[in-house]
Each structure stands twice: as C-alpha cells, then as structure tokens.
C-alpha cells in the first residue's frame, strides 16, 4: 500500500530496472525481501548502493540489517538503488537465455495430421523431400560439402577464420557430420560441418551439442561454432595480439 511518506526510487540490476515506491520506514532487510521477486536475487546475496547524482554513492548496509530502517540513510526521489548478486556467476539463473525455458513441442504423428501446416504445404506443391528430384538433389549437395572440405584442406587441428572475419579466428576441431543438427534441421542439416574453437568466446556453444561433445569440457566458455565448409578459410591465421598496434612509452 502506497503511503504519503513514499520515495519513488529506481531499482536496477543486472536483469532488471524499474520504478519503485519505497517507505522510508521500512527495514533494510525487508527492503531486500521486497526487491527479491524484483531482481530475482535472495536477500541475503544483494549488495545495496544508493546512487545520488552521477558522482555520489552510499552503500545500504547496516550490522542489524532487521532493525535498521531506510530513514537513516539520504533517501531521494528518483534516487537509484543499484542491487549487486554476489553469488559467484555459476550459481545465478540465467534469465536471458531462452534455451533454458521449457516448451511445447507438438508430437510428430500429430503434426502430420494437420492440414494447415508447412508441412501439409510442401507436401502438396512437391518441395524438399517431397520433390521427386529430392534425392539427386540432396546427394549433390552432400557431393558439393565433401568437395570443398577437399579442395581447402580443411582439416582438425589447422587454424582458419570464420566467414572471412579476422575477429572469429581459431582453429578446426571437428570435420563431419553433425547429428544433432540433422535432428533439428532434417535434411537439410545433412554433410559436413566444420566444428571451430574460436580464440575468443564470441561463439556459439561450448563444443558440445545437444549433450554430445565434440571437443572441450563441461563449463567452458562458448568459443565453439559449427559451420558448412563454404564459410571457413585455412591458413597462418595466428592469434590476435590485442596490444600489437599500441605504441610503447
């Protein structure tokens, strides 16, 4: 319930920012209670600052957090109240990665039957796997993958870049097929694919797919990217050196 003595202060953290109402009579821990389904952070993992103007900080703390109330600190309004996790990063949720939400996948003998799917659609005009040239189609395509695998000689263990980007270098780990991109593209995901670890963590995954690894271990960074044979360049790609081009004093 609103009161009269209400402080309108913005709330930020790492997931969130939003305006809040805040009475000064409050503690700092029911603060922390009250910002918990905010932030998504517990209580007792959140550091408090108290941001006032661009230069001036208070921290929001106090020994006995239960009995110390919000007053005593130079609440202002549209002040900013900063909420720090300090749970170490691999113990946080992570409430951006859509991956990791759960979803409704309608069965397969089931979407067969519809006849308002793009399914029932390609059926009907001849397309993919349905084309009566598919097969030859397909087989030429595969033909096409292999080749260029050949004729670049890409091969595991040798340094390339990726789609002709000087910041996505790294090096081959992985020539073939990939199953679980089949599974997840049919037919199309079929041939080669070229498995890199880049320098930097500006990929994909961790060198694992769909709980199959390929290279790496568990709780590596994402510097892994799969990709067809037409976009990877072997060659001396080295190692960027970020400090190269800095002038030395």
């Given at each position: ?6 402080i ?24 922390k ?15 408090l ?23 005593s600190?130079?609440l ?16 946080r ?22 006849t ?13 796997r ?14 096409g ?10 091969e ?27 599974k ?24 694992s ?6 290279w ?11 990709v067809?044979?037409?976009?990877v360049?072997?060659g001396?790609?080295?190692?960027l ?9």
């Amino acid at each position: 319930m609103q009161t009269a003595g209400d402080i309108p202060l913005l709330v930020s953290s790492e997931n969130a920012s939003s305006e809040r109402r805040v009475t000064p009579s409050w503690t700092i821990g029911q603060l922390k209670a009250k910002l918990e389904p905010v932030t998504g952070i517990p209580p007792l993992s959140q550091k408090l600052i108290l941001k006032l103007g661009s230069q001036q900080t208070v921290p929001i703390e106090a020994a006995d957090e239960e009995n110390t109330q919000l007053s005593s600190f130079p609440l202002a309004p549209y002040a900013e109240i900063l909420v720090t996790d300090l749970r170490p990063p691999g113990a946080r949720p992570n409430y951006t990665d859509p991956s990791a939400v759960p979803k409704y996948e309608l069965p397969t003998a089931i979407y067969e039957t519809k006849t308002d799917s793009v399914l029932a659609w390609k059926k009907a005009n001849k397309l993919g796997r349905f084309d009566p040239d598919a097969p030859t189609i397909l087989s030429s395509r595969l033909a096409g993958y292999a080749s260029e695998v050949a004729e670049k000689g890409i091969e595991k263990g040798k340094r390339c870049r990726v789609g002709g980007e000087d910041a996505k270098r790294g090096e081959v780990m992985y020539v073939g097929e990939v199953e679980e991109i089949v599974k997840g593209q049919g037919e199309g995901g079929r041939g080669v694919w070229v498995g890199v670890k880049l320098d930097e963590p500006v990929g994909k995954n961790d060198g694992s797919l769909g709980g199959h690894r390929y290279w790496g271990k568990e709780g590596d960074a994402k510097f892994g990217v799969f990709v067809r044979p037409e976009r990877v360049e072997v060659g001396e790609w080295p190692v960027l050196d970020d400090l190269e081009d800095m002038e030395e004093f």
